[in-house]
């Protein structure tokens, strides 16, 4: 099926701020503000994380914040944490197949 | 406390079924619609299927049309999929997660997951 594109990894030291981009296409990323964000830890259940392109729900720490740029959307993670290693997916509505996840990126804490 | 609690999973033949269930509490079940993602192992979320407040409308990924159904019991307040044919490449594990109110489309919160393995 298709997927959104994600870099397989990204990875940063504690402190620094990193982007996790996701690329679609005009039948989903770019054509509706309907970007989700979710983190995996391992064997766990995924958490949403950002909704809405850049709506962060309540308990989510502000560190985390999304934006969008035609048919790429962006999760920055500013003030890394250890705790912030994780599995990371975007998920966007789309025209043709109702939704779609993102490929999934794998953020390091170094 | 919004949760959702599966039950169901396990091991079964290529071309055999398996029901699951997802039970929900913490919230006013009949009025939000839900959907199932399934994770194969070691790869990425992919979306399955969604299911309206109502059950009136159902919509499916296309690896699964015509061989998984999902519906819902409002008076129990549960999720099932059902899933017939099952191939090989059915095996993962299955979330359901509920989905916000009309024309919203994030998924929170998940439930813990059940591990479907098709294998002979």
């Known amino acids: 099926q298709s997927v959104l594109t994600q870099p397989a990894s990204v990875s940063g030291s504690p402190g620094q701020s990193i982007t996790i981009s996701c690329t679609g296409t005009?039948?989903?990323?770019?054509?509706?503000?309907?970007v989700s964000w979710y983190q995996q830890h391992p064997g766990k259940a995924p958490k949403l994380m950002i909704y809405d392109v850049t709506n962060r729900p309540s308990g989510v720490s502000s560190r985390f914040s999304g934006s969008k740029s035609g048919n790429t959307a962006s999760l920055t993670i500013s003030g890394l944490q250890a705790e912030d290693e994780a599995d990371y997916y975007c998920?966007?509505?789309?025209?043709?197949?109702?939704?779609?996840f993102g490929s999934g990126t794998t953020v390091t804490v170094l | 406390e919004v949760q959702l609690l599966q039950s169901g999973g396990g091991l079964v033949q290529p071309g055999g079924s398996q029901r699951l269930s997802c039970a929900a509490s913490g919230f006013t079940f009949g009025i939000y619609a839900m959907s199932w993602v399934r994770q194969a192992p070691g790869k990425g979320l992919e979306w399955v299927s969604a299911?309206?407040?109502?059950?009136?409308?159902?919509y499916y990924a296309d690896s699964v049309k015509g061989r998984f159904t999902i519906s819902r019991d409002n008076s129990k307040d549960t999720l099932y999929l059902q899933m017939n044919s099952l191939r090989a490449d059915d095996t993962a594990v299955y979330f359901c997660?509920?989905?916000?109110?009309?024309?919203?489309?994030?998924?929170?919160?998940w439930g813990q997951g059940s591990l479907v393995t098709v294998s002979s």
């Open positions: 299911i309206s407040g109502n059950g009136d409308y159902t």
């Open positions: 005009s039948s989903d990323v770019g054509g509706h503000d309907y």
């Open positions: 998920k966007s509505f789309s025209s043709n197949t109702i939704y779609v």
């Open positions: 997660a509920k989905k916000c109110s009309f024309a919203c489309h994030r998924f929170d919160p």
